[in-house]
Structures are given as C-alpha cells and as structure tokens.
C-alpha cells in the first residue's frame, strides 16, 4: 500500500465555516501549526479566484518554513468550451508555484448539467484537458470528485468514467468527496472499493460531517482502500464540518494500528487544535474526540475509586498520545478518591494526610448543597486543597469592601463604574474602574487596585464568564452561580462563585482566578 | 424484527457531563420534552444511589404525565456476597415505581476482578439474582453490559456468558456498553453480530463518542442486528458525550429507511434540542448534526445561484423532517409563517397586514443579528407583533432614568439598591427598592413606582431568570442575553433582554414582561 496522504484543507474547505473568518496572516500562522501537526499536504487556498488567496501563495513563498507538508492550491477544471492552457484561472494555479494542485470536478451528472450547465462529454474533457495541462507544467494533480457518491448512486458508469479520465490524463490521486455530507459509513466503503475495483486510480476520501459519520466514513473509505484523506482541524468547514483529521488520523494510527502521522507530532496535537482555535477565534469544543478539554475527564464517583487504581480500565487509549491528560471532575457523585486524584494533577501530595482530604471533601459536599459545583472548577478546589496543606498560603490580600454602581437614561445601554477597596503589601489599594456591565467593572477595579502590590497579574485575563441562576422558582431571589476562567497567555483555569447576589459570587469567582494566577507564577505573598 | 427501541439517558448518563448539573425540577422539564421528541424510554436516574433521583421518580409520579415513553431506572446488580431480595439498591429501584430498570452489569473480566473485586462466578451470580428478583417484581428489566466490546475482546466466552445469563434470567434486552468509547464500526458490527449468532437475546448499543463515531457506531449496531439504541439529546455525556439520539434516530430514519421515531415528533426535533439546551444551559452547538444553527446553512458564494434553483443539489436532505431550515434560501419564508403561526397563538389576525408581517420580520432579523433569540420569548414577540398593529398600545410608561448600587463589605454576600424614575399617568414616578442581587433590586423598585398608577401589576411576578453570555471569547466584554418568565399565577410569559450590561438586559426583559401582563389582563393605558 503507498504510504497514506493525511491532507489538510482547513485553510480553503475549513475557511467556509459560518463566523470563521482569516486573514493573510492568520492563514499563515495556521499553515505553521498545520505542518507542526505532521500533515502532508497543507491546501492553501484559490489562488486567482480569491486575491487573499493569491497574496496568501505569493507570501508563502518568503515566510513560510515548512518540515514536512507540501503546499496545495486548490482550484477547478477549466471553463466549459475552452481550453485549459488559456485559462486564466488554470494559470492562476500555475502562478501560484504550488507543486500540488487539487482540481474541483464534476462527477454527478445532476450538477454537470443544471449547476454547471454544460453535456456530460464536455465536462470529461474539462477534466482531461486541466489534469493534463497541470500535468505538463510539472505539477502532481489531484482530482476532488464534487458530490461523488451521490453522483454513484445517480449514475455510477458516468461517475466512474469521470475517475477513469482523471486517471489517465495524470492524476495522482482521484479524491471522493462526500460533499453533500448525507453517507454512512458501509455506503463509504462500497463505493471506494467499487471505484479501486473499477479503475486503476489511486483513491482518496473527503468526507462532510452532516450525518455525524465524517470519522467513520473516512476511516471507512481507508479500511475499503483509499490511502488519501482529507479534513480539517477541530472540524471546521461549511454546515456541520468537515472530517476532524486529528480524530482521522488518531482513529487510523491507534485504532488500526496504520501509520498516518508522525508519533511525535501528534503528541503536540491537543496543544496545535487549541492554538489554531485561538487564531480562528473560534471556541474550542470541550468534548472534541482526543483533543477536547473533556475528553478524558471523569465524573463518575463510581469510576473514580477504580480509575485511581487501574487507569487503564476507565480510558480507551493513554491520552499522552495525542497530548491530552486525564483529569477527575470533583462533583456530588464524588468522594475520597475523586479529591486525591486532583490533588495529584495540582502536584500535591496528600497519600500520608488523610486529614486534609476529609475536611476538603467536607468543605465540597457542604458547598455542593448550597448550590456549588465543582467539576468545571478545578482552580478553586485546588484553591482549597492547597489552603487546607498551607493555611494562609492563598491570602494574597485582604478584602475591605467593594462597590459598583450602573445606571441608564432611559432605555438605552447602562455603564457600570465599581470602587474596591483592599489591603495588601502593608498599605490600603483603592481603586474605580469602569465598564461595559457591572461585572466587568468590577474585573477592571480589582486588576487596577492589585497591579500595584503585584504587577505581575498583568499576565492574567479573565477570558469566559457563565452565569447560572439555581432553583429557578425563586426568579431572582434565586441564587446565582458565575464560573469564570482565567488565563495567563499560555494555560487557563476555571472557578466558581455562588452567591445571593450574581456581583457577590462573580467577585468570589474573579479573585480566585486571580489568586490561582499568582500561586501559579510562584508570585510570593506581599 | 422487533421495533426499535429509541432509549434516552440524558438524564442519568448525559448529566454526567463536565459542566452540567441538573435540578430535580430541570429533570422533570426534560422528560416533558424528551417525551414530545417521541424517543421510547426515559431513563430518569439512580434511585437510591442519588437523593436527588429518589426525589425525581417520587415526584414523576404526579408531576410527570408522558402520553408515549416509559420511565425506567437505572441500577446496578446486587452487591457481592448479598442477596438481590435483600439489597437495599435492588429495593431502592422497585420502590421508584418505573415500570422499567435498566441494571449496570460487569461483563469485562478485569473489571469483575479488578474494579468490582470478586469472581467471575459471583458476578453471573449477581446478575442472575438481581434480574429474576426484578422480573419477579413485575419488572421489564434491561442489562447494561459495561465495557463489554473492550471485554468480548479480552474474554468472549465469559462476556457471552454474561449476556446469556442475563437473557435466561428474564431480561428483554442486553444491551453492550462501549463505556470508554474507543471502538470503530466495524468492530461494533462484527461484535454484535456474534452476541446475536451466539445467544439468544435481544440487543441493544451503548456508544459514546471518544473515537468520533458514537453516531456510525449506533448504526453499525442496528446494521449488525441490534432492536435497541441508546444515547443523548444533544450528545451530552461524560468525556465526549453518549451517541446523539437524534443524529441516530435520523440516520436510521432517512438514511435507513428504518422507523425510529414518530415523523411529526422527529420535526420538533431542533426545537426540542434547542430548548433542552436552553434547561442544561450549555449553549447549543452550532455544527452539530440535523439540528445545529449551521447545519443546514450554505455560505453564499460559488452555488448560490445553482442552490436557489435546485437546493436540492446541495442538501443531503429536507431540513424541515428535523424542524431544521436551509439558511440562505427559505429562511425567509420560514420566518414569514412561524411569524404568522406567533400571531395566530397571540388571537392577533395578520391575514390581510403583509406589511406589518414584513416589518416584524425585519426588525426580528436585525436583533437576531445582535444575538436575540426569539424562540424562547414569544411574549416579546408577541409585543413587537402588537406594537406594529397598533402603534404606542405597548407604552404603558417612559423611563426616565435607573439606577443600581451594589456593595460589599469584605468577602460576605452583596446588597443592592435600584431607584427608577418612569412617567406615567401624568406624574413622574420614582421609587426605590432593595434586593439580594442588582435584578431583584430592580425588580422591586420598578414594581413600586409603577403600583401607584397600575395597581394590578400586584398580580404580576417575576419566576424565572436566565441569563446567558453570548460570544464567550470577550468575557465580560461580551454581550448578555436574559430571559425572564413573569407570571399573573394563571399563565406565565417569556421576555427577553439583550445588552452589552447584564443590568440593562434584564431592565429590557422585565419591563417588557411587566407591559405584556398589563395587555394580558387589558387594563388601560394611564
């Protein structure tokens, strides 16, 4: 079998993610993690259709280093009735320098004919005309079938001959794509080994995730003998996404046990999704497969007491392998076991202080019945945990009183401007910020009052606030529940505040977010 | 073949996940909707295990009127060296009055011997008990065999054992678990098909989401022979969820061709998704199969004219089977009659005012665009529709002007203070008012000042409050949605606020709740 193609499209099939936005830059950035991530094949984009594109080929040129990966530029078959060396988008791919061009082309005989509007015969030597052309000017060709499947089950001898074309004008590998996304898996592997039994093509898979198959459809188009496939990072892509090719690739390499990227880079693969998923702006899904931060996390009280002994028996593969951690959710379900698992991610050592753990897991099951929860807090039980070991190691400063006052004329927006008052480093820090909402300005009061005893909370930025209210049937006599995370620029973490009042618990849940901070810097108490 | 059962456990399994807690009350609201979904079982939690599910079938029993599912609950056998009749967990579940259990069963040898500490022979001992026991009480009684495709792989003769034992003992289905997820499909069909060749009972699939197929999983199970699917609305669950139920139900339904669930049920699919994720508030997922926001939604650009003429060319199938819509094309026309639906529930007749349904339409547009959400606030609809009819019936009063103080001294809770200033029956009115949190407070000083010119908002009151940050990534910076339910302790509305301030939000939520109960009970304008 030739070594299988892990080819990336996240730059072009990702991008047309509703509210997924790139420039230039940010493609670049993306192009660097990509080849980081050990993918062979990074496709860039339209050059000559998209002048982003175009400028995108032209500054990969000077500012792109890739290892590993080869730059693709994707395009289509030439116009319908010309010719494909006179094609000014054809030599757009030419221009473009791209040793690999990935052809767009027609397979399914509905979309020759009502979308591109031309016969079925003009649309084959479309496709011989470009693949070959390409192929003249020196470059690999590969052919993306647009709706291929569908087109099979219309009319498989035309979708077929469309493969045979490509195939014998040059094309290294004739990809089918799922475009409408609407396969399942046994579908997948029926037509893929239809397509290798019928033509002597080299046979790739690009699948959509519409029907919530696009991992097992393109797992099933390799196990049926396809040896190229394509997806995107953290899914993106039009509708539902595209194939997650981490989850691809993982499935491929420690499923069945194929080699699909380098062991090492996709070590870094946990750390590459998120980084890219700082760049797209676009929030990280915590149960993504492998790489998601709940993807090996565990709640069960009932598991917990096992996974302290036998990790192995809770987990489906050791998530070091794709650069994840197992981590226990302390919650009501929870009990000795879950506070001593978490105690041993935070680095503590509590095997010979029973003591600690029974007063923490007091402290928790109390906290619990008044409405906390714990599990999407991992910052303040090691807060506690650490407070239990150390009295006094997290009294960074001492609260005084806070205050913050919104008002609005008439229906419009309200602005918020909050006071706090505390004491640290022997003197008293009073500071009034202002903001959008109340709690925002209470975020800004704090770090504007602290900046002067610590500077170092600079790093720190409270990046997610989630409110709840709890027993709803109260309105807003109800209690309120704020968990906010917090981030230095390189690793965040969550707390949690409940309160009567959201501006009590979101304050409750802001300094601890910053105390976590500064016990995480080493930053000492002043 | 028998008909196959659709078996929910997003409230016992799907409350496992990281971030979700579940009141008794947010369990009920769940069921309700599960139930409208049409799935065929309820699985409502551990009585016995848990205080909170002990109370949920307690009160099930009169709150909780279900026209097509069952309620089961969940257990486990008996505990080792005991006695099923004798048990007071078995006891637990016969007491909870579900005319199902569903019994957690080891079937993994190194789980019996590692994590549960017996022998292989109690354990079928176990099982053997604790399922006549049940069946003896009048019990329809489902196996959950855990971890059992990690453990037909390490032990099949002894996991086969435990599926026979379980099925001579009078259980209707045995279901296997892949409890750690990491199985691919065609592992799940090749394991299937044997327990079927090689027992006598029926079975059922567990499957969650590590390797991304938990969906394909499902439907390689019912592929292989399967009657009986389980998972989750909206995917939720520990790690990276359970199966999405209605990914599952909707493969086997279209793609299958098989039935799984009523089709006028599975058209209220999106709205039930959406509003079960409105009682967990974890936001909905905007790519997630059949019922995501995107799912159904095309970028415009290189098809858009080959979409409106054939959308069918670019959609795997019709998004209102799933209570979907396409996007760029009939979103328009879907606006237009759910519009005119909302009027119709309101008595308000739109028939012959095209242009009054236009304006709403645009402006409802407009706030979507800014994160409103109307789904969940049809009384503010339901205003906008009233205002457009009859221009100024909704201005029961000006505001001039409000504001909210709120302070702490030290770490303890926070009082707030709200004074209001509004016109109406030809005097300014200002009162203030006092309160847990800034909501409360200006809850009650809103209500004070307009006392003196409507007297009947006595009648009227807060119940509910929600709110919700929209665009994470800002933090606090981000925009806030609230949604508040008002009650005249007959019916309840819905309302909704959007602004940058959560005080500003809930200011616009509230009032507009007021002002619907005073056109609700038709007291004049003053």
Chains 1, 2 share one sequence.
Request: proline letters at 2%; one cysteine or more; charged letters at 25%.
């Amino acid at each position: 079998m030739e070594a299988l193609h892990v080819y990336d499209t996240t730059l072009r099939d990702g991008a047309q993610q509703e509210g997924l936005n790139l420039s230039v830059s940010d493609k670049l950035a993306i192009a660097g993690l990509l080849d980081d991530l050990g993918v062979d094949f990074i496709e860039g984009g339209w050059p000559g259709a998209n002048p982003k594109d175009t400028e995108f080929f032209e500054r990969a040129r000077t500012e792109l280093d890739l290892r590993h990966a080869t730059l693709a530029a994707f395009g289509a078959t030439r116009r319908a009735g010309g010719v494909a060396a006179q094609d000014a988008l054809v030599q757009a791919l030419v221009d473009s320098e791209a040793s690999v061009v990935c052809l767009v082309a027609k397979s399914h005989t509905g979309h020759v004919e009502r979308a591109l509007r031309t016969t079925l015969g003009e649309n084959l030597e479309m496709v011989r005309d470009t693949v070959s052309h390409l192929v003249g000017r020196g470059r690999r060709v590969f052919v993306d079938c647009e709706h291929f499947f569908d087109g099979w089950h219309l009319d498989r001898d035309y979708a077929l001959s469309v493969v045979r074309t490509a195939h014998e004008a040059g094309a290294e590998v004739v990809v089918l794509c799922d475009t409408n996304g609407g396969m399942l898996p046994h579908q997948v592997g029926e037509v893929v080994a239809d397509v290798l039994a019928s033509t002597g093509a080299r046979v790739g898979a690009h699948c959509h995730n519409d029907t919530g198959c696009a991992a097992a459809n393109s797992v099933a188009a390799v196990r049926a003998g396809a040896t190229h496939v394509q997806g995107t990072v953290n899914g993106y892509g039009e509708r539902t996404g595209n194939a997650d090719l981490v989850t691809v690739a993982a499935n491929l390499q420690f499923k069945l046990g194929l080699h699909a990227m380098d062991p090492d880079a996709l070590r870094r693969a946990m750390h590459i999704a998120h980084a890219i998923s700082e760049v797209t702006n676009v929030p990280a899904y915590s149960r993504q497969p492998y790489v998601g931060a709940s993807a090996f996390a565990h709640k069960a009280g009932l598991h917990a007491s096992a996974l302290k002994v036998d990790p192995d028996l809770y987990q489906h593969m050791d998530p070091a392998l794709v650069g994840n951690g197992m981590r226990t959710l302390v919650s009501d379900m929870a009990g000795r076991a879950s506070i001593e698992l978490k105690a041993r991610e935070a680095g503590l050592d509590l095997s010979d202080r029973p003591e600690v753990v029974a007063s923490v897991l007091a402290e928790v099951k109390e906290l619990e019945l008044r409405g906390w929860t714990f599990d999407a807090a991992d910052a303040t039980v090691e807060l506690m945990l650490r407070e239990a070991l150390d009295p006094g190691c997290t009294d960074y400063f001492e609260v005084e009183s806070w205050r913050v006052i919104t008002d609005s004329s008439g229906e419009g927006d309200a602005t918020s401007e909050a006071t706090v008052k505390l004491r640290a480093d022997g003197a008293r820090l009073i500071a009034t910020g202002e903001g959008n909402g109340p709690v925002n300005a209470l975020d800004h009061a704090l770090r504007e009052a602290l900046t002067r005893a610590y500077p170092e909370i600079e790093k720190i930025e409270l990046i997610d606030f989630k409110v709840r209210i709890l027993d709803a049937s109260h309105g807003t006599d109800a209690v309120t529940r704020v968990l906010i995370e917090t981030s230095d620029g390189e690793t965040s973490w969550d707390t949690i505040g409940v309160a009567g009042s959201i501006l009590a618990a979101s304050w409750r849940a802001l300094t601890d977010g910053i105390v976590h901070g500064l016990l995480r810097q080493g930053v000492p108490r002043r």
